[in-house]
């Protein structure tokens, strides 16, 4: 049972480029979840998706950045434009579906990817 | 608002000492689920413990252990007789109990270094 799946697992890029960090989450895991960590820094939330859906976007930066998680495929984390304040490691989590009795699932994180910007 | 507090960012010791990183937290949820993740040298996040608010039962796995105590918003975690390998970056969480939303509400980290 192939655990959560990330890549590239380093990526870099210049300023004004783009960067597509891809998510493939656990079989039968149906939620996604990005987070960021800065460097010196704790990782912080960035969007919760579920297949063709976003949950919770309340971390995204409000600029350059999006996410998506369509029906077939990886969720995709796409930084447009990139600076050198965009280097740090993006960590990708997934979860089952919700438990009929509400109690929510841990999640299971991929081992990030780097984002190097030059 | 849900807060994570590792107050201590740096903690060195010398193999078999025991040693103790701090978490306190803050929310306004009565149910909730807490978290420690180690992340090694190597860099990826390796899940330890997750514990729900309700169980106030103190946890023992091996050299670690765990302090859970609800009415100072505490969970520490305890590694006995330290070892070199115990050198990583340890991450307390938050997250919610209940609904579809589990994100992650996590401290700052607290940096172990283990000398022998």
């Known amino acids: 049972n192939a655990g959560v799946m990330q890549n590239p697992r380093h990526l870099v890029r210049r300023r004004g480029q783009e960067a597509r960090l891809r998510c493939s989450p656990m079989?039968?895991?149906?939620?996604v979840y990005w987070y960021r960590q800065l460097p010196e820094e704790g990782l912080k939330f960035m969007v919760y998706?579920?297949?063709?859906?976003?949950?919770?976007e309340s971390g995204m930066p409000k600029e350059r950045f999006s996410a998506e998680f369509p029906k077939e495929g990886p969720s995709i984390l796409r930084i447009q434009q990139v600076v050198r304040g965009d280097s740090a490691a993006y960590f990708c989590?997934?979860?089952?579906?919700?438990?009929?009795?509400?109690?929510?699932?841990?999640?299971?994180f991929g081992p990030g990817t780097r984002l190097t910007v030059t | 608002a849900q807060k994570v507090t590792q107050a201590q960012t740096e903690i060195s010791v010398v193999e078999k000492e025991d040693v103790t990183l701090d978490c306190v937290y803050e929310t306004r949820d009565t149910t909730y689920y807490l978290f420690w993740y180690k992340q090694p040298p190597s860099g990826e996040l390796v899940f330890l413990i997750r514990r729900n608010s309700f169980d106030e039962q103190n946890e023992i796995s091996g050299r670690y252990s765990w302090n859970f105590q609800k009415s100072t918003s505490s969970f520490n975690f305890t590694i006995t007789a330290s070892q070199v390998v115990d050198s990583a970056v340890y991450f307390c969480a938050l997250s919610a109990f209940t609904g579809a939303n589990s994100k992650l509400t996590f401290g700052k980290g607290i940096t172990l270094s283990v000398r022998p």
């Open positions: 079989k039968g895991h149906s939620h």
């Open positions: 989590a997934s979860s089952p579906p919700s438990r009929h009795t509400g109690s929510s699932y841990e999640q299971y």
């Open positions: 998706l579920q297949k063709e859906n976003i949950i919770d």
